[in-house]
Structures are given as C-alpha cells and as structure tokens.
C-alpha cells in the first residue's frame, strides 16, 4: 500500500463519505415518528420549545432548522438531522485517519465501518443527539491533530476548537466532560501557547454556551412543548441543567457490582457486533500497536475516548441491568466506537506491512469486513417502513370521545401521541395534558414548584370540575375513577368502580392489538418494551371480569389462550385475577404464577421480577403458606428496595404482629 497523494482535491474524499453515508441514511430512517426519545426531540425541534434535562439547546435549535425542509414528513426531516450528523462525523474520522496514517483506502475502511455499524446506524436514523456529540468528539479531535502539529502555534485553529468545544456542552454536556481529559492529553505539547491565549479562547468557549441562555429566554414564552415550563430563577436552571430530577434514574437503589459486570460483558458483545468480529479483532489489534506507531500522546487520547464513554461509565451509572437499560446504555459508547473504528484502520495496515499481504488482498478484507457489518447492522435498521408509533397513537386517538382531554405519561405516548395531534392534527378537537405538569404547554401546575401531592391534588380537582371528557393513558393518579379502555382509562363517576374491565375495542384498537401487539414482536427494543407492557395491560383488563373470558370459544377466551403463552400475558392474567372487583381463588392465581415463573425471561428487569414476587407473596398468605410466603416478600423488597414497596409494608406489618420473619 503507498500513501494517497495530498493535494487540493483531498477534501473530495470526505465529501464522498459524507455524502454516501447520508442517502444510506436517508433511504432507511422512518418516515414517521418512532419511539425511545424520538418524537419528544420532534416536538422540541418543531416548536423550538425546552426538551428534557439538560435540555439539548443546541440540538433543538438544529432540528427547527431541519423542520423546514422541504422533503417527507416532519418526522422525517428532524431525522435527517441525525442523518447529517452521523454522515459528517464519518467524514472527520476519514480526515483523523488520513492525517494519522496517510492511506485513503485505510480512511474509507474507518468510516464506512463506522458508519454502518449497528448502533451508530440506528443513531443516524432517528430524532436522537449522540451523532451530534460524536460529530464534536472527532472534529476537535482532527482540529487537535492539526493544532499539534502546526508550527508556529494557530491560534484560529485553537479559538475553533473552545468554540465547538462551547457548542457542545449545549448539546450533551455530560458525555463531552467525559472525554474533554482526551483533548487535554492531545493538545499537552500546545500548553504554554494555550495558557497565553486563554483570554481569547475562554470567551469564546463562553460564546459557544449561548444557547443555554437562548433555553432560558425561551422557556419563559411557554412553548407548545417545553419540559419543565418557565424557568425564572438559578435554582430552576440548575435543575434543568444538571439533570437533578434524573437521579434516581442514573442511579438505582438495587444496582449491584454483578449489575456493572453484566454491562461490562454486555459493552464487550456489543463491539463484537457493531464490527462483525473480524473489524473488532482488528480494532484490537491496531489498540495494541497504536503506541509504538502514534507514540504516547495520541495513543493516550484515542483510549481515553474509548474508555470515558463505555468502560467508565459503566462503573459511574446506576442502572440495573436489563435489556431495556442495556439498551439505553448502548447508544452512550458511540466515541468508543469509533476510536475502534480508527484501530480497525491501523490493525488492518499492520497487519498487511507485517506479512507483506498485496494490495488486491487489503481491498478484499476491506470490503469483506463492510459487508459483513453492513449485513449484521441491516436486520435492524432498515426501518424506512416503521409505522409501529402512528398506529398506536391513532388507537389511543381516535376512538375517544370528541372534545376529550386527554392526560399522557410516559416518553411513549408523549412522544407519539404528542407528534400525531400535534403536528400532524389528528385529532384537533381534543387537548393533551401531562398528570406531572411536564412537556405540554397546557399544564395545571409548574412541576420545579409544586409539590407532588398538591399536584396530584390539582389533577384530581380538575377531573371532578370539568364539563369535558377526561381520559388517561396509565397510570391513572390515585382516587380517580375510571373505565378501562385498555389504552386509556375514560374519568367516570366518583361512585364507579374503577376496576370494571372492557367487554369490547373499538375496530381501531382491535386492529391495533391483531396485527401491532399479538402477533408482532418488534426487532426494536422500545417497540418490543411497549408491545409487551400493552400485552400484560391487556391480559389484566380481561382477567379482572371472568364473565368476559370464561365462556369456551368467546373472543376473551381466544385472547387469553395466546397471552397465555408468553410472560407478560400470563403475568398480566394474574394481575387481572387477584384485582377482579368479584374476589378471587388464590389457588388458581397460584397456579397462573407458577405459569408466569415457568415463563419468565432471563434478563427481565428487576422491578417486574419484584413485582412477581410480590403477587406470589400475597397469595401464598391467602393460602396460608406463611414461609413461602415470606421468602417471596422479602425477594421482591431485595429485588428492588422502595420506601413505598408494598412488599415492605406487608413485611412490616407482619413482623409488628410477632411473626418471624428472618433475617
């Protein structure tokens, strides 16, 4: 192999990458809105309102201006968003590569690889910020390279660098402090030439932070979304920006050591994945011999970068493992990737000067390797036919009454829902709240002011006063009550009993639950959480009145019979049977739960394996089974510890009347 020659030409080469990478991107992302964080970030950009903590400013200002592209959908256009950034960040690590190994086919082979990654794919194709803040990881990384090795020093080059710098701290700051130690390591030999200018380049890092004061600005208007609403004082910016209402969620009360060496096995998989094994064996093989090829310096910054994003902070999170917070985890190591993607270039090159391998024989591993990443990225990416989000929301939507409000929770129906009536109208004579006075500007308190009690207060208030129909998607706040709807719960009479279950769906939901929940399991992770959340919920609402499902051959009979057979429906059904307003036979509940036991899956996460055992517990009291019983109380409270477990008031309870408990 012999070194591309330089020359005016040599920012072609990127461009093509670029360009390449974004019509893959284009012809696959969804034309519609999807789940995770996808169509609050639509909703966000669309109205340039507040998105969640942080807030992504930046972001959101970006994807307003993407909003007014004239292709596709909404939906589509802030996708393109991502698209463009994940196309560019390939395109800067071809420059990284060129610069660092002066081969063109070695820069191709490191961005195509990671641009069609699984992960980094999936990033590129939906409504997300991390191929943004992998775009500013790289730039500054090839921005460092060139200031390191400029002579005299560039002081341009180093206000562009605090700029972007600034930039992205507006965009995802938490996973920028991360990785900044790598700049500091890379630009180390540039340090007395950095202090001497940091007058100039810490304004203009401070520059690069203004968003942050366009957010504030912002928010006081009360866009159509914004998370938090209004946010008049310090303290209220502070939690937006610090992320302090996420604490619970970073760090959970039953994470263990075992939980973080799950992820660590999990992290490793993962890398043999995005690269199909053999570009990671590469990749493996370039970190090995990256010192003594770049020396200490950049071989330092590389691995830092790789560990920050992934090993590191697997050890700084709380979550449990499971495979939705594995999934959620996934997408966090994307800089990783891509320093295994640069690796995989220099392993390949080593690998060819070692044992003399001739050229036609690299372009061969070359596009091998591509194929095959490609080939194990596209099973789950090719998502250019997903409609999965505007069928669920238009089952929620439109069997409601006419003029209905209707309370959403949950990034779910936030996102989707909030998409379909709001940007695209379906649905114009209803209005959409949150029960927690968060995203829509329609809100009956300020969340960052209100305690939780006087705003369930509030909500509870304003059901009873209204003259409208109200209607929730679950949960339903405690002493409203309702009428089950499966996908929403109708507000009724102070004297109803909420427990009544459905006896028929709507056609639209009927159709919904045929084709969307029963008989589909989505290669999606988000889709796939969801469609068995709607499962146990529908397996519940049937359960909870027998005469709906009891009769042989009766359509409820039909359906239990297939809910039956998977987890969350034979869980769903014993939830349905111990809450059914006519009493219940604890030997059958049992038997159903030793069912739902038989069924249940490896990696289902701690909160519903909690609440299994705690089903089982209350009815092997029922039972009399007092030991058993016990056993199983005191699993779930282990399983995940909460100061409103019922588990634990049970347990209480039984210890103050002199029963033992154990230790």
Known sequence: MTAGPGGRREWLHPVVVFLALLAVYAATAPRTVALEDDGLFILSSYFLGIEHPPGYPLHTLFGHLFTLLPVGSVAFRVHMLSAFFGALTCAFIWMCVQTLLRERLLAYFAAFGLGLSRVFWSQSIIAEVYTLNTFFVFALV????????????????????????????????????????AFAILLWPRRHDLIRWLPVLVPVCVVGLSPYFWLVVRSWSDPVFSFYGPLTSPGEFWTMVSRAGYASVDASPSATWIDHLYFVRYFGLQLLLQF??????????????QWRTWGRRISMCLTVIFLMPSLVLIFLLGFDYDSLHAHIFSVYPLPAYAVVAIWMSLGLMHLARKEQIAKWFVHLVCVI??????????????????????RYAHAILLPLPRDAILFVSGDAEVGAVGYFHLVEGVRPDITLMNPRGLGFSARLYHPLRTRRADGDAAVASFTQAVRRPVAFTPPVPEGIKTVNHWLYYLVTAPDHDDRTAFTRLDATQREFLETAVLNSDSSDPWTSFVQRGLRRRFA???????????????PGSAFLKRLDAGFDGALGIAIGMIASAKGYDPHAAARQLDRAAYLMPGDLAKSDKALFFELRGHVRLELGRLEEALRDLRTAVELHP??????????????????QIGD
């Open 642 to 659: 909460s100061s409103t477990s019922r588990s634990a008031s049970t347990l209480a309870r039984l210890s103050q009347q002199g029963t």
């Open 142 to 181: 090839y921005l460092g390279l060139r200031l390191g090795a400029a002579e005299p020093f560039a002081p341009r080059t180093a206000a562009l660098m605090a700029f972007l710098f600034g930039l992205s701290l507006a965009n995802h700051w938490p996973l920028m402090v991360l990785v900044s130690p």
């Open 369 to 390: 390797s591509l194929t095959l990443i490609a080939a194990v990225s596209a099973r789950t990416n090719l998502r250019a036919g997903y409609d999965w989000s505007s």
């Open 540 to 554: 519940a609402s049937l359960a909870m009145t027998p005469e709906t499902w009891q009769t042989e051959g009766s």
């Open 276 to 289: 199909a094994i053999i570009g990671t064996a590469l990749g493996l093989l370039g970190a090995i011999v």
